[in-house]
């Protein structure tokens, strides 16, 4: 089944909404990436305007920078410790923004978008 990201169905009451005219096909929307722990894997898709969105489906590097000093380095992930928008995420190892992660160098932050940029970012976390 399609997703659809047009007006509600329902009346802010509860009831059912008359339709004035059917869906569009710009109303449509697309499955969640959940980018998953392991090796690289990325995946190009076609937006509206035939613009073009890289998608990590997989990843296994994160590129962490140092509050402290301001240094950068790219370091492997090990596993997800917390996951704000969905606990069960946690089990499934799958990287989201705002997700704790544990590296080689500790816990990190991450503050890219991986579903939408195709790249994993973060700050190291004390």
Known sequence: M?????SSLRKPSG???RRNRNKRNAEFGREAAETR???????????????????ATVANKINVID???N????VE???VLEN???????RRNIVTKGAIVETEIGKVKIT????????VNGVLVE
């Open 15 to 17: 009831a059912r909404s």
């Open 71 to 74: 240094s950068s380095q790219s």
């Open 112 to 119: 890219s978008r991986p579903g939408q940029n195709g790249i």
């Open 37 to 55: 722990i392991g090796e690289e894997v990325k995946k190009e898709i076609v937006t509206r305007g035939n613009g073009r969105k890289i998608r």
């Open 67 to 69: 509050p402290n000093d």
């Open 2 to 6: 399609a997703i659809w990201q047009g």
């Open 84 to 90: 704000s928008a969905n606990s069960h995420f946690v």
């Open 77 to 79: 992930i090990k596993t």
